[in-house]
């Protein structure tokens, strides 16, 4: 049976994942994007996981876990159809933002999902922070992807 540090630990590294995968989407859809604002954008959201991913395996550690170093085999896929969706699509901004958002909105369902579950007030803290970061990303995603400048033609 799991313990309680082993639940925490467990959760942490699935967000270790979810952000990982964040990273390197948004890393791909910067390499993609031809608009230099969206390029600036998505590497600035690609830094802010590989920064989460580094405090979430740094608390891994102090809980005695082994952190986890890879993203999820979803995660590939969601990596590989963004590539696929924006060769598809000549390279639409629209499209790459629709599949941002699309990634984004599995970090945000993580993220819920992990603060139902945490309790130790250092996690809580550490994943309610990055939870309202990832959901700002989100929203900004959403935003761009609905605003007429990028609208699919």
């Not at 990273?23 to 604002?37: C, I, N, R, T, V």
């Not at 699309?102 to 579950?117: F, N, S, T």
Request: glycine fraction near 8%.
């Amino acid at each position: 049976m799991k313990t309680h540090t082993d639940q925490t630990i467990d959760l942490l590294n699935g967000l270790i994942e979810i952000c990982e995968d964040g990273h390197h989407g948004f890393e791909l859809a910067a390499d993609d994007a031809k608009d230099g604002d969206l390029r600036m954008l998505f590497h600035r959201f690609a830094q802010q996981r590989s920064g989460f991913v580094t405090e979430l395996r740094s608390l891994v550690r102090q809980l005695g876990g082994q952190a986890e170093d890879h993203g999820t085999a979803p995660g590939k896929l969601h990596r590989g159809w963004l590539n696929l969706k924006a060769a598809l699509s000549s390279n639409e901004a629209h499209a790459v933002l629709a599949e941002c958002e699309r990634g984004e909105d599995a970090a945000v369902k993580a993220y819920r999902e992990a603060l139902e579950k945490l309790d130790d007030p250092t996690s809580r803290e550490l994943v309610s922070r990055q939870f309202a970061s990832v959901q700002a990303a989100h929203d900004t995603v959403r935003d761009l992807r609905d605003n007429p400048l990028y609208a699919k033609r």
